[in-house]
């Protein structure tokens, strides 16, 4: 389980959330709400150890994620805003790219499969360069289809996906969560409206 313990962020003197609680469990989708401006990336990023707190704690299956670092890592995925696709390589060889960063390996037929998940059948040897923004986003995202992380930290995920995409996610995601898995995202995207799992953490007022 993911737990937030009385935490606090400050930027630029401005409060942009404090002494935020809650705890989420294995099996829920979770969204982060707000309007632009109050704390959203900035609390995700607490999440996954990447951004400073200024109070509180963010605890692993009841342990500060400091304390069981190389544990929360190996459980964690975080797909940003930004990508991370690097123009030069393929689709393929990003994915493959992806993998090894997490210090696994797919067959290559599995990183076909993925890529066609999210609608890059056929554009496997494409330099990503030569993609669209969202068909770089697309490529990033097929990660999830590859993933074996229980906790999925995603900053808007669906940003350039057409309506069929956001489907085939939100199907994704109420599996991983079915499975034990734990989801936590931003969306501007109405999404998940008749799955029992989802709750909702409003930031701001």
Known sequence: MLSVVDLTAIRDDRVLFERLSFLISPGEIVQIEGRNGTGK?????????LGHRDDGEVRWCDEPIEACRDDFHHSLLYLGHHTGVKRELTALENLSFFQSLNGGESAEGALFQALAQVGLAG??????????AGQQRRVALAR?????????????????????GVKVLERLFVRHAEDGGIVVLTTHQDM???????RKIKLGD
């Open 123 to 132: 554009r496997e040897d494409v330099p990503a360069g030569q993609l669209s």
């Open 41 to 49: 990336t900035t609390l995700l990023r607490i999440l996954t150890g």
């Open 192 to 198: 998940f409206a008749d799955h029992a799992a989802l």
């Open 144 to 164: 999830l289809w590859l993933s074996d992380h229980k906790l999925w930290i995603l900053d808007e995920p669906l940003t350039a996906i057409d309506k069929q």
